[in-house]
């Protein structure tokens, strides 16, 4: 360079992978003219662990615990996904008291996810006390997970067949501790009394004050709105053309929704609408998601109504697939011997391939299985929404400033155990 | 799924492309087997004709039918002694990189398939495409007709090494970065070839030759009663009171 001269050249910049907005593991390489992006190259894959392969070589229902930990906070979706296609392979269909359970776990789920976003979203663009807000909700959907299934996160509680047992009869209730003690113990006691169907009850009927107590810090807020309206703009058919499903797609104003447009479970009986955006942009994206949580809530009032009045069986009484009671298990040889095959060999398979696709929060999720008739599948792809999303991160933030990536990266509302597999 | 036309995806993807199409629909899923070379004019035509109008790529992967059918524990036959007792085979998991399966059996082990979706009419549809050569499996890159596909078919050459002719930018995108070979293939070993750690006295992370063994808890058999008609005799036989 010469003396006296001001020649500003591109610089290129590294983001990540260890940076709290880059939400798990994104690396971003990322090419700068000052403050404005050039060009934006993501790198994924640090999170990788063939869970496709490791499917492979494991017989079907023992791969299920792995849909948990694709997208690790929307997980009974990913489930979903996976038991839906093996049913599909086998022919076989869950008994209806399952299908709601489903439908019920997927929308609980929903509102899981979206909680998680609105806050690491809220937290990346500047506000914090949308995350504690957030948190607080989701810790008592958290323990209906933990109640239903016994674990927090990683549920395993779909299984091809229906769902691994039915709905507990009681909450379990909290202990006084130095983090809860007084009137707060009495307080989310008071919910815990009954069965978990009356927790939801009380849960689904004080949570749209909730979703306005969000609202209140961030839909009329002026700093957010600086963050979001007109940043990321994603017109209908650059959504199309880069494979875009979900919010993504609604924000951009096309009405697709897996669960009206191709139901499944028990979602042609559920009475709920679908936002659509109109701009395309973070806020509008913003703006879907928090509407989904409000929808989601409605579903979920409707499927605690139905699991109430109707009893039945969670699981199909198909010795191939589903497990026969400890009971029956010491009493009958019949009942042993399929115990025993089912828990070592597992069920076979019939030949043939199938895709089975459902609209997980983030977008749709699905899974590409082809079975050559064996125990184990020969093939499990799973279409991850992220990882499509992602794709598109250099068409979208070119020409944007270096914090709007941020933004758009939370919009994307990406969890890289589903980008990586 | 509901379909919006009056005639099925199927009747018109045959009236439309005739013998370049193998057509099959099983279970209300359409899949079209097609040769290489006519993969981008059938994937420009589906996209923007207004009979198809697959506006969105869904999904794009590889597959390694390698091995496929196969099974590693006999359970048809039936000998004077019994039934086969012993696990034969080399199939996932079962081989180190050393020990890996060599002779190909499979006519053609790579195909690309890819699913497209269909918003206005509502339907999905599936594309296969065989490689034609194993040793250097090409396809065409879709990329000029969905940009999105970009991603899924850099994954499929990091996982399978199916090349993408005119892709823009085809590196691997999911494995480490120096990472050798391509690891979903069915004979890429399962435990891997390299592994890491981190080294106090040389204060870095160093690749070292894998230290485990390989192992399989659960033999690969495939049984005829998969259609699960015996199940439900069974299940009519011993379980009378449900």
Known sequence: MKAGSTEIRNYTMNFGPQHPAAHGVLRLVMEMDGETIVRADPHVGLLHRGTEKL????????????????DYVSMMCNEHAYVKAIETLLGIEAPERAQYIRTMFDEITRILNHLMWIGSNALDLGAMAVFLYAFREREELMDVYEAVSGARMHATYYRPGGVYRDLPDRMPQYRESPW???????????????SMLDFLDAFTADFPSKVDEYEELLTSNRIWKQRTVGIGVISPELAQQ??????????????????????YAKYAEMDFDIPVGVGGDCYDRYLCRVE??????????????????????????????????????????????HHFKLFTE???????????????????FGCYLVSDGANKPFRVHLRAPGFAHLSSMDTIVRGHMLADVVAMIGTYDLVFGEVDR | MSDTHPTSLAERLAARFGDTLDISTVRQETTAELAASDLLAVATALRDEPAFRFTE??????????????????????SSTGFSRGVEGQAMGRFDWAGRPREADQPRRFASV??????????????????????????????????????????????????????????????????????????????????????PEQKRVIYEPVSI????????????DADLMQARAEAADHWREN
């Open chain 1, 242 to 263: 880069w494979g875009m499903t979900g919010v993504m797609l609604r924000g951009s104003g096309v009405e697709w929704d897996l669960r009206k447009k191709q139901p």
């Open chain 1, 55 to 70: 499917a492979e070589s494991k017989p079907f229902n023992q791969s299920i615990g792995y849909m948990d930990r694709l």
């Open chain 1, 346 to 364: 597992g069920y076979c398979v019939p030949a043939g391939e199938t895709y089975a696709a459902v609209e997980a929060p983030k977008g749709e």
């Open chain 2, 57 to 78: 790529l869904v999904d794009l992967c590889g597959i390694d039918y390698l091995g496929y059918g196969q099974t590693e524990w006999d359970t048809q036959t039936i």
């Open chain 1, 180 to 194: 809860h003690k007084g009137q707060d113990l009495k307080r989310i006691n008071s919910w815990r009394e009954g």
């Open chain 2, 114 to 199: 890819v699913h497209l979706l269909s918003i206005e009419g509502n339907c999905r549809l599936r594309l296969r495409v065989f490689c034609d050569d194993d040793s250097l499996p090409v396809v065409p890159s879709l990329t000029s007709v969905w940009p999105g596909v970009n991603w899924f078919e850099r994954e499929a050459f990091d996982l399978y090494g199916i090349l993408f002719d005119g892709h823009p930018d085809l590196r691997r995108i999911l494995t480490d970065y120096g990472f050798v070979g391509h690891p979903f293939r069915k004979d890429f070993p399962l435990i891997g070839n390299v592994e890491v750690r981190y080294d």
């Open chain 2, 213 to 224: 063994e390989p192992r399989v808890l659960v033999p690969r058999t495939i049984r005829d």
């Open chain 1, 292 to 337: 989904e949580m409000r929808q989601s809530n409605r579903i979920i009032r409707q499927c605690v109504a139905w699991l109430r009045a109707n009893p039945g069986p969670v699981m199909l009484k198909n010795f191939k697939v589903a497990p026969p009671s400890r009971v029956d298990m010491k009493e009958d040889m019949e009942a042993l011997i």
